[in-house]
């Protein structure tokens, strides 16, 4: 189970961090990637990270604003958003990416999901 916190409503130019804590014994095993949906769009990728934390990955949209990390003794994934944008708004979802392709953008690659936290953007 993957239980996303810490979306709300921010001015642009601000600042957010959201957590994704996971259940169960295994979660170093996994590669996690945030992914967001705004309304009426499809759902895209935004970060990843790999099992150890050592390699990340970023959407354009967001490199350089955006930073994935993880803490494995916590079973919890970070996203640190800053510079936000009104074009950031979005639900926002963490999921779990067993495997061990090399193909980190493609929802099809993981396979468990938060249920999405809200970020909002005011201009």
């Known amino acids: 189970q993957l239980v996303e916190s810490g979306g709300g409503l921010v001015q642009a130019g601000g600042s957010l961090r959201l957590s994704c804590a996971a259940s169960g014994r295994t979660f170093s095993s996994y590669g996690m990637g945030w992914f967001r949906q705004a309304p009426g769009k499809e759902r895209e990728f935004v970060a990843a990270?790999?099992?150890?934390?050592?390699?990340?990955l970023y959407a354009d949209s967001v490199k350089g604003r955006f930073t994935i990390s993880r803490d494995n003794a916590k079973n919890t994934v970070y996203l640190q958003m800053n510079s936000l944008k009104p074009e950031d708004t979005a639900v926002y979802y963490c999921?779990?990416?067993?495997?061990?392709?090399?193909?980190?953008?493609?929802?099809?690659?993981?396979?468990?999901w938060g249920q999405g936290t809200q970020v909002t953007v005011s201009s």
């Open positions: 999921a779990t990416k067993r495997s061990l392709s090399s193909v980190w953008f493609s929802l099809d690659e993981y396979d468990y």
């Open positions: 990270i790999n099992r150890s934390g050592g390699s990340t």
